[in-house]
């Protein structure tokens, strides 16, 4: 069975600047997918990034990069010039290649101060 | 257009009654999948859908919790003789296919609490 662990259940930064969210994972599979969802007070999940397990090149959208350590199992967000309204629940999320349920971390609460 | 909607948003319930919660996904996207999420937690896997077959049920924890889609559209997701641990938040989402190309788009939820 493949677990997510996210080690920082809270964080805060102030606008404009830069955060990184940890996220490791464990899995003795080779192929498989990695996510970052984005939850506000609303509720809805939002895709942010996805990362291919067989690609060594980082994904970027944006703001949002990921630090992807294939051998170490860690895949950190990173968001650069922050906004007020990235403040959310963030969760890093693994699909095993064929399979289609997500598996999600505990999540990291992140709040962006004007 | 349109997104996945769940309805009710809240539902409030005593413990040993039935609850029945809907799924409306986006129009066109032939897989469904529902989650439970409680306080303080990442969604926790319950059940897939292609088409109208459970293809994964895998997630539900006990024979309690049942899910239908029975024209590929609209899920249900029923529950029996509720229980307090039941409390959470029930998410659904939909794709277009199945794989991790095809997003998931989430809804906003149904928050169940059993008292």
């Known amino acids: 069975a493949q677990t997510v662990t996210q080690s920082q259940p809270e964080m805060s930064v102030q606008e404009a600047e830069t955060v990184t969210l940890s996220c490791t994972y464990d899995?003795?599979?080779?192929?498989?997918?990695l996510f970052w969802y984005k939850q506000p007070p609303s509720r809805q999940m939002i895709l942010v990034i996805r990362?291919?397990?067989?690609?060594?090149q980082n994904a970027t959208e944006n703001r949002f990069s990921v630090n992807f350590q294939k051998a170490a199992k860690s895949f950190s967000l990173k968001i650069s010039d922050s906004q007020l309204g990235d403040t959310a629940m963030y969760f890093c999320?693994?699909?095993?290649?064929?399979?289609?349920?997500?598996?999600f971390g505990q999540g990291t609460r992140l709040t962006i101060n004007p | 257009g349109a997104g996945v909607s769940q309805t009710p948003s809240n539902k409030v319930t005593e413990k040993g009654k039935y609850v029945e919660l809907r799924c409306d996904p986006i129009?066109?996207?032939?897989?469904l999948y529902w989650y439970r999420q409680s306080l303080g937690q990442g969604p926790e896997f319950l059940i897939y859908?292609?088409?109208?077959?459970?293809?994964?049920d895998s997630g539900l924890p006990n024979d309690r919790f049942f899910a239908v889609r029975p024209e590929g559209s609209v899920s249900t997701l029923k529950i029996q003789r509720t229980e307090r641990g039941d409390s959470a938040v029930y998410l659904c989402?939909?794709?277009?296919?199945?794989?991790?190309?095809?997003?998931?788009?989430f809804g906003p939820g149904t928050r169940l609490t059993v008292l």
């Open positions: 989402a939909s794709s277009p296919g199945q794989g991790a190309y095809n997003e998931q788009f």
């Open positions: 899995t003795s599979e080779s192929n498989y997918y």
């Open positions: 990362q291919e397990a067989y690609k060594q």
């Open positions: 999320a693994f699909m095993r290649r064929g399979a289609q349920k997500l598996v």
């Open positions: 129009s066109g996207h032939t897989a």
């Open positions: 859908f292609q088409g109208t077959g459970a293809a994964d």
